[in-house]
Every structure is written in structure tokens, then in C-alpha cells.
């Protein structure tokens, strides 16, 4: 019933929006349909998605399992598409800075400072 009330409200925030910029009215009765339908929709989606993870024997719904459902409509596939690179990416970068953070913090040098530390190492047998 919460996450009801929280579609209608989110829908009615919308409409508002809509109205501002259109200067169209929405009545209580197509605002309370436009929730309800998109609140059946996203019950929908969810039963998709859950089957689409089951079916590839997976009990996580991955981004892949998004695309799938998102694979009629070309522009909502690509906004899905670029957001999943850019959060693949923001996350690779957070791990490559904390795999820094725990090797200096236990005093372990990077590949880059070994063989820096390696060459200078060299160079002084040399001399």
C-alpha cells in the first residue's frame, strides 16, 4: 500500500510538472488511472525480470536482465545501456582506489613503485 501511495504521488508530482509547462489540466480520476496503470506495469516488469534471472539459473536480477526488458524501445535500451557503462566504469575506478589505498596502507608497493624500486636497485649493483 506504501509503495502504492508512493506511485500516486510521484504520478501527481508529475502531472503538476506536465500542467506548469503544457497549461493542460489532469482531472483526480486520470491522475488516480495513470497510477494505477503504471503501478500494474511496474508489477509487470518485476515478474519479467524475476523470470528472466530464473531462466539463466540466476537468483540476482542483473543489468543485462534491464536490457532485456527494455530491448522494444531503441531509446530507452541506449539511456539504459549508457547508464550501465558509466556505473561499470564509476565502479572500476572506486576499486582500482581502494586497492591503492589498502596496499599503501600496508606499506606494499604498486607494480609501477616496484619496478621503479627494482631499476634503482639495479643501477646501484651496477655502480
Avoid at 540476482?60 to 532485456?68: A, I
Avoid at 535500451?77 to 576499486?95: D, G, H, M, P
Wanted: charged fraction near 35%; aromatic fraction near 4%; glycine fraction near 2%.
Amino acid at each position: 500500500q506504501r509503495l502504492k501511495a508512493a506511485v500516486h504521488y510521484t504520478v501527481g508530482c508529475l502531472c503538476q510538472e506536465v500542467e506548469e509547462d503544457k497549461d493542460v489540466q489532469f482531472s483526480k480520476q486520470s491522475i488516480a488511472a495513470i497510477s494505477e496503470i503504471t503501478f500494474r506495469q511496474c508489477e509487470i516488469f518485476a515478474k519479467d525480470l524475476e523470470m528472466f534471472a530464473r531462466h539463466a539459473k540466476r537468483t540476482t536480477v542483473t543489468t543485462e536482465d534491464v536490457k532485456l526488458l527494455a530491448r522494444r524501445s531503441n531509446s530507452l535500451l541506449k539511456y539504459i545501456t549508457q547508464k550501465s557503462e558509466e556505473l561499470a566504469s564509476s565502479n572500476t575506478e572506486q576499486k582500482e582506489k581502494k586497492k591503492k589505498k589498502s596496499s599503501a596502507a600496508k606499506g606494499e608497493r604498486t607494480p609501477g613503485e616496484q619496478e621503479a624500486a627494482v631499476t634503482e636497485n639495479e643501477d646501484s649493483n651496477m655502480a
